[in-house]
């Protein structure tokens, strides 16, 4: 049987901001259709892993780092590839904050996601043609916001914000989306939201899922896989339902509190995020 292509590939990526080692040495394949969480304490070079993947910060200079996504080179030994533009027309990166425009519609912000697909005119004076239209409709509808979409952007809530920045996504056509810290800023309940619509979009359209995350609770709860960086580098890599709390433990040491939501103890059998288990679309392959 053939095997699932990849879609991410990174190696030996080296990354320093003036004399601070943010990435060291890290080598990861994502293959296609995976949901993998990035898990790390503050400052453990999520953000600055991501960045490197859509092409937002560039590897040391000289060193052997090298980024493939989707087959096309994103940079290699620090210089970025000319073509990485286009590549960030099927790659939809989703941040903490600030994905949308405030001062304009939700559905513009949604619609923004067809831009690449337009002529110039059009993107100009953001006239979309009525299937864009329509295809954004159905996205928002999906993440089940389709009410807000004549709103101002800035009116809704930060769980509505980043189910309108899935649908941009979904607009986008996108192959992969990198979510960096997508949850970071919301309370438990949209957090669950929107960690199981991108877990619906994974699953259901096969879009590979890359997302940073503080909390292993929602990790284990919507991503099979887990990879795992302090200090820049991978310590681990492999199934989420092995991150026991003592192995996080031994991982993070004093840090390891940091990776709990508030309330979110180990369960009693030691594993992480027994409140989220229970409502994860995982639970029952984990409970196995
Ligand atoms: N633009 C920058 N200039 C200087 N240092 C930076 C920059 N971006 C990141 N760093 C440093 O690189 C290291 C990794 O930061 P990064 O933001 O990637 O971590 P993180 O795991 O995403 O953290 P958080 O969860 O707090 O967002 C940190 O020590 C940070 O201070």
């Given at each position: 049987?053939?095997?699932?292509?990849?879609?991410?590939?990174?190696?030996?990526?080296?990354?320093?901001?003036?004399?601070?080692?943010?990435?060291?040495?890290?080598?990861?394949?994502?293959?296609?259709?995976?949901?993998?969480a990035?898990l790390?304490?503050?400052?453990?070079?999520?953000?600055?892993?991501?960045?490197?993947?859509?092409?937002?910060?560039?590897?040391?200079?000289?060193?052997?780092?090298?980024?493939?996504?989707?087959?096309?080179?994103?940079?290699?030994?620090?210089?970025?590839?000319?073509?990485?533009?286009?590549?960030?027309?099927?790659?939809?990166?989703?941040?903490?904050?600030?994905?949308?425009?405030?001062?304009?519609?939700?559905?513009?912000?949604?619609?923004?996601?067809?831009?690449?697909?337009?002529?110039?005119?059009?993107?100009?004076?953001?006239?979309?043609?009525?299937?864009?239209?329509?295809?954004?409709?159905?996205?928002?509808?999906?993440?089940?916001?389709?009410?807000?979409?004549?709103?101002?952007?800035?009116?809704?809530?930060?769980?509505?914000?980043?189910?309108?920045?899935?649908?941009?996504?979904?607009?986008?056509?996108?192959?992969?989306?990198?979510?960096?810290?997508?949850?970071?800023?919301?309370?438990?309940?949209?957090?669950?939201?929107?960690?199981?619509?991108?877990?619906?979009?994974?699953?259901?359209?096969?879009?590979?899922?890359?997302?940073?995350l503080?909390?292993?609770?929602?990790a284990?709860?919507?991503c099979?896989?887990t990879?795992?960086?302090?200090?820049?580098?991978?310590?681990?890599?492999?199934?989420?339902?092995?991150?026991?709390?003592?192995?996080?433990?031994?991982?993070?040491?004093?840090?390891?509190?940091?990776?709990?939501?508030?309330?979110?103890?180990?369960?009693?059998?030691?594993?992480?995020?027994?409140?989220?288990?229970?409502?994860?679309?995982?639970?029952?392959?984990?409970?196995?």
């Open positions: 049987m053939p095997e699932t292509p990849t879609v991410i590939e990174v190696r030996a990526l080296h990354k320093h901001f003036g004399a601070q080692a943010a990435l060291r040495d890290v080598s990861l394949t994502v293959r296609q259709g995976e949901m993998v990035l790390g304490a503050s400052g453990s070079g999520k953000s600055t892993l991501l960045r490197h993947l859509s092409g937002l910060h560039h590897a040391d200079a000289g060193s052997p780092s090298r980024v493939d996504v989707l087959g096309r080179n994103v940079q290699a030994g620090g210089r970025l590839s000319p073509r990485v533009r286009a590549l960030r027309a099927e790659v939809a990166t989703i941040f903490q904050q600030f994905n949308l425009v405030d001062r304009l519609p939700v559905m513009t912000n949604v619609l923004a996601g067809a831009l690449p697909r337009q002529p110039l005119w059009r993107t100009l004076f953001k006239r979309f043609p009525c299937c864009e239209v329509q295809r954004a409709y159905e996205a928002l509808s999906r993440v089940g916001i389709e009410c807000c979409a004549w709103q101002r952007a800035s009116t809704l809530s930060g769980g509505q914000q980043q189910r309108a920045a899935i649908s941009r996504a979904l607009v986008q056509g996108a192959k992969v989306i990198l979510a960096d810290e997508p949850i970071a800023s919301l309370d438990p309940e949209s957090s669950r939201r929107v960690m199981s619509l991108l877990a619906d979009v994974n699953r259901e359209l096969g879009v590979t899922v890359l997302v940073s503080h909390q292993v609770d929602y284990f709860a919507f099979p896989r990879v795992a960086l302090r200090a820049g580098e991978i310590v681990y890599d492999g199934p989420t339902r092995e991150l026991d709390a003592e192995r996080l433990r031994t991982l993070y040491g004093s840090q390891t509190d940091e990776l709990f939501a508030p309330g979110g103890q180990p369960a009693d059998d030691g594993r992480a995020g027994a409140t989220l288990r229970a409502l994860s679309p995982l639970a029952v392959g984990q409970a196995a």
